[in-house]
């Protein structure tokens, strides 16, 4: 099966600052790649996708990058504010199979 | 309001008591699916559930069962609960479109299962 593996485990801004998260998978047929983000106590919260044919999505803040061919997709996040702080997942699937594979994701803490 | 329910929210109980974790949503969603989600782990998936009638095993499902009679309710079953199933356990329901595959996915507020 799939395998999404996610870097870092932990991380630590300053408001303003950049946030950039990493994740890579192993089976070259999956192609959505969503990432939700987990407020502490809340329920995981879709905040952008990414489909195979598309290298690149915005949303405001926040945009992510797929690589094909080094099978990477990564979030980031720019001019980060403390709402921000959270748990980030990423995910893996594929069209039609409907199997989701999660990274084990990333606690962004975001400093005032 | 849409949304996805789950009950109970918090349940402690012991090995081998057979227990149901229900789930139900409003939105006419065909795909639903269970999670359990552990420290260091992330999310899992434990089971989905293309559509009524329709469902097959995620990631890990041993130990759990699942049945879909109607399109809005997708009960998680542990037959004999044992202490490594203590986890928090998220129900997710979407509706894939068609040639785009899945979609969205909303979860419900998870349950916490202790299982002593």
């Known amino acids: 099966g799939e395998n999404v593996e996610q870097h870092p485990s932990t991380l630590s801004v300053q408001e303003g600052d950049s946030a950039v998260i990493k994740c890579t998978y192993s089976?070259?047929?999956?192609?959505?790649f969503p990432w939700y983000k987990q407020e502490l106590g809340k329920r995981p919260q879709l905040i952008i996708d990414?489909?195979?044919?598309?290298g690149e999505k915005k949303d405001q803040r926040i945009a992510v990058t797929l690589n094909k061919t080094a099978k990477h997709f990564s979030l980031h996040i720019t001019e980060t504010q403390p709402e921000d702080s959270a748990v980030y997942f990423c995910?893996?699937?594929?069209?039609?199979?409907?199997?989701?594979?999660f990274g084990s994701g990333t606690k962004l803490n975001v400093k005032p | 309001e849409a949304q996805v329910t789950q009950n109970p929210r918090y349940l402690i109980t012991v090995t081998g008591k057979k227990l149901t974790v229900t789930c139900s949503q409003n939105?006419?969603?065909?795909?639903m699916s269970w999670y359990r989600q552990d420290p260091g782990l992330g999310l899992r998936q434990i089971y989905y559930?293309?559509?009524?009638?329709?469902?097959d095993k995620g990631d890990v499902p041993e130990g759990y069962k699942v049945s879909r009679k109607e399109k809005r309710n997708f009960p998680l079953i542990l037959e004999s609960p044992s202490p490594n199933q203590t986890s928090l356990y998220f129900c997710?329901?979407?509706?894939?479109?068609?040639?785009?595959?899945?979609?969205?996915?909303?979860f419900g507020p998870g349950t916490r299962l202790t299982v002593t």
């Open positions: 997710a329901s979407s509706s894939p479109i068609r040639d785009r595959g899945p979609y969205e996915q909303y």
């Open positions: 089976d070259s047929a999956s192609n959505y």
């Open positions: 990414i489909r195979s044919n598309v």
């Open positions: 995910a893996a699937s594929r069209y039609n199979f409907n199997k989701f594979y």
């Open positions: 939105m006419n969603h065909e795909y």
């Open positions: 559930s293309m559509n009524v009638e329709v469902t």
